[in-house]
């Protein structure tokens, strides 16, 4: 016969197998730590985080020739030099390789990023001012023109046959330079949007069969679109629109087939930043200094801050990143866009939950196996972690091997129990600075 129990640690929350969990309610005096905060003379377009290399690469625009690089700690550790007017970024799907859009070079960039080395280059031509780039149907698009020179359009690099002249004059006729977003390399749809312009539309692209075919019939779905971003896995596009009410955002989840709506985060403010994490985890910077956080699956926030981490500076359009859990990058700058400062926040610990299942029977010095997993208490997963285990029977208390999570928190642990009558497995993650302590005890009878 089994018997089990949970000690969590505080503020955890036990997830339900088999869907989202449940809408919590908000918390609006949650703590922020400030792990770092850097504040520089310098100019702020878009950010890029990669986890793969541990690095965030930041662009800051027109008149500023190169790319800073920081820590996923928010420490600023050096720069991509020669990137005249870096503004748009795209990260590969394995985060190793980043692309940017040098407006004064004419260029498009390719940047090794644990190396922060410039590794090729796609000259475009001069008077296009590359505004943004995004990869989606095995390519890198990119968008340009120069206001009052040249016209707004979309291009192409065929990325996998460098010697492929790149595709210029796409995208049909657009009022000013757009903004480009997708998910990944893999997708079939590309997103544009042209900001500052209001009422706008959301544009996108069938870009599957090479050449970018504008999907008409779907651009009356969104309009005034402030703000945009891709899911990673391609399926939906989380966008801003203005609210019900004045200095309010609608911010609804879209899916990117059809654009029919999956749902709406409540959210503060006017959102001038939207991140997304592959686990499902969002996040929002709004004008007001609001940021709100949600967990996987949610539309209300897991918690909501008002903070000012600069003074005498804004939020960024763009300026936001979810980090590890309970982490956030955050970007403020000045309006005329002569000083910007990267912070980098946390949540205070935050709980974490062991879920382990056994069999209902066991037998003397036969095996049993346990599985589990440990899950931080925003349903996300807590990296490779160490649980420890004990094994309490008639003769006492041994401790067992220690066994390491894989990255999405699962486990396996065998044992074979030694003498007949009451035995309790106890599985405990004994916590960090940033995750708080969890146990779960599984009892067994063990017969002969």
Wanted: aromatic fraction near 8%; charged fraction near 20%.
């Amino acid at each position: 016969m089994r018997r089990i129990s949970t000690i969590a640690g505080i503020a955890a929350t036990l997830l339900v197998a088999g869907g989202p969990p449940a809408s919590a309610q908000t918390d609006y005096d949650q703590p922020l730590e400030t792990a770092n905060s850097t504040t520089l003379f310098n100019g702020f377009a878009d950010l890029a985080k990669s986890d793969a290399t541990g690095r965030i690469l930041i662009s800051p625009g027109r008149g500023f020739d190169e790319i800073i690089v920081a820590d996923l700690d928010g420490q600023v550790i050096g720069a991509v030099p020669g990137q005249a007017g870096a503004t748009g970024l795209a990260l590969s799907k394995d985060g190793r390789t980043a692309y940017a859009a040098l407006a004064d070079a004419g260029a498009v960039s390719v940047i090794d990023v644990a190396t922060a080395t410039e590794t090729a280059r796609y000259p475009i031509g001069g008077n296009t001012c590359p505004y943004d780039v995004a990869l989606a149907g095995g390519k890198l698009w990119f968008s340009y023109g120069c206001y009052g020179i040249s016209n707004s359009a979309i291009g192409s690099i065929d990325i996998a046959a460098p010697g492929t002249p790149m595709a210029l004059g796409q995208g049909g006729y657009l009022t000013f330079t757009p903004r480009l977003a997708s998910g990944s390399i893999d997708d079939g749809v590309l997103f544009a949007a042209v900001e500052g312009e209001f009422p706008n539309r959301l544009i996108s692209y069938d870009v599957s069969g090479g050449t970018a075919v504008r999907r008409t019939a779907l651009e009356d779905r969104l309009s005034s679109v402030s703000e945009f971003t891709v899911t990673p896995d391609g399926s939906a596009i989380i966008a801003a629109t203005p609210g019900e009410y004045q200095f309010t955002t609608k911010l609804g989840r879209y899916s990117t087939t059809d654009l029919t709506e999956q749902g709406r985060y409540a959210v503060p403010g006017q959102v001038v930043g939207i991140a997304v994490e592959p686990d499902g985890r969002v996040a929002t910077y709004s004008d007001d200094h609001g940021i709100a956080y949600f967990a996987p699956g949610e539309y209300e926030p897991r918690w909501v801050v008002y903070r000012n981490f600069a003074p005498g500076l804004d939020p960024a359009h763009r300026g936001i990143a979810i980090g590890g859990p309970g982490r956030l990058h955050l970007v403020q700058k000045m309006l005329s866009n002569s000083m910007m400062a990267l912070t980098t926040v946390d949540a205070t610990p935050m709980g974490t939950s062991l879920a382990v299942e056994g069999p209902f029977f066991a037998y003397v010095r036969k095996p049993v196996t346990f599985t589990g997993t440990l899950a931080a208490a925003d349903g996300t997963a807590t990296g490779v972690r160490t649980v420890q285990v004990t094994r309490r029977d008639p003769r006492g208390t041994t401790v067992l091997r220690d066994v390491l999570t894989a990255a999405d928190g699962s486990f396996t642990v065998t044992d074979k129990p030694r003498v007949v009558g009451e035995t309790t497995w106890t599985f405990t993650f004994a916590g960090t600075e940033r995750l708080l302590p969890s146990t779960f005890d599984v009892g067994l009878t063990v017969d002969r």
